[in-house]
């Protein structure tokens, strides 16, 4: 369990190296507010994440912590997933170009929506989590695991992805950037085309989930799809 939870620090310290990469450097100034504020909220609901999972899950920490396309068994899952991840750093650089060439005029009341729906988004992971410790990073089924229907599951499909959209739309915003929406757009495709995958995944190796997926009609955003 100790190895865990270095594991877990030492992702925790290697953020804010990332961020400094994919918001400072592109936008080739430290007098960028918007950059520092985003930073400070995006660390900050990390930790939040990382010390409740370990204290509360520490299972399902060690799922999350397996991400990327590496850890993922699907081909299909493989490719998907780089694509996410090329989107999500893209996000963040093309936000801070805007900011370098100041291509965008966003009111501050907006950057503080950004960040509002940033920290929205990581109370809505908790609530998934609290709600399912089978919540892993990758698509998988594992020993034991069966259908959650309930909490925000009985709502939509997958409302792991639902808080991730919001929290894609926040990012851009909390930057200072219309420009970066456009990434943001890019990223919706990209859930679409992977929880289509995992349904077909989970309704060939769950039991019982093709019956929820009869029950609960909607996969992403309540009453659209």
């Known amino acids: 369990m100790s190895d865990l939870y270095v594991r877990a620090a030492k992702n925790l310290l290697q953020l804010p190296v990332l961020l400094a990469l994919l918001v400072?450097?592109?936008?080739?100034?430290?007098?960028?507010?918007?950059?520092?504020?985003?930073?400070?909220?995006?660390?900050?609901?990390s930790l939040a994440i990382t010390i409740y999972l370990a204290m509360k899950d520490p299972q399902l920490l060690e799922r999350r912590m397996k991400i990327g396309p590496g850890a993922e068994t699907q081909p299909t899952q493989k490719i998907i997933m780089i694509a996410a991840f090329v989107c999500f750093?893209?996000?963040?650089?093309?936000?801070?170009?805007?900011?370098?060439?100041?291509?965008?005029?966003?009111?501050?009341?907006?950057?503080?929506?950004?960040?509002?729906?940033?920290?929205?988004?990581?109370?809505?992971?908790?609530?998934?989590?609290?709600?399912?410790?089978?919540?892993?990073?990758?698509?998988?089924v594992v020993e034991g695991?069966?259908?959650?229907?309930?909490?925000?599951?009985?709502?939509?499909?997958?409302?792991?992805?639902?808080?991730?959209?919001?929290?894609?739309?926040?990012?851009?915003?909390?930057?200072g950037s219309w420009w970066g929406l456009l990434i943001a757009g890019a990223s919706v495709a990209g859930i679409v085309v992977r929880l289509l995958d995992e349904e077909r995944f989970l309704a060939g190796n769950l039991p019982g989930?093709?019956?929820?997926?009869?029950?609960?009609?909607?996969?992403?955003?309540?009453?659209?799809?």
């Open 89 to 140: 750093a893209a996000t963040p650089v093309l936000s801070a170009i805007d900011h370098r060439l100041a291509w965008s005029s966003v009111p501050t009341a907006i950057v503080i929506l950004g960040n509002v729906l940033i920290v929205s988004a990581n109370v809505g992971f908790i609530l998934v989590f609290r709600e399912n410790t089978f919540g892993a990073a990758t698509i998988q």
């Open 24 to 45: 400072f450097l592109p936008a080739g100034t430290l007098g960028y507010w918007q950059g520092w504020l985003f930073s400070a909220v995006f660390l900050a609901c």
């Open 209 to 225: 989930y093709a019956d929820y997926m009869r029950s609960v009609r909607y996969r992403l955003v309540p009453l659209v799809w």
């Open 145 to 175: 695991q069966r259908v959650i229907s309930t909490g925000p599951y009985a709502v939509v499909r997958h409302p792991m992805y639902s808080w991730g959209l919001l929290m894609m739309l926040g990012i851009p915003l909390a930057l």
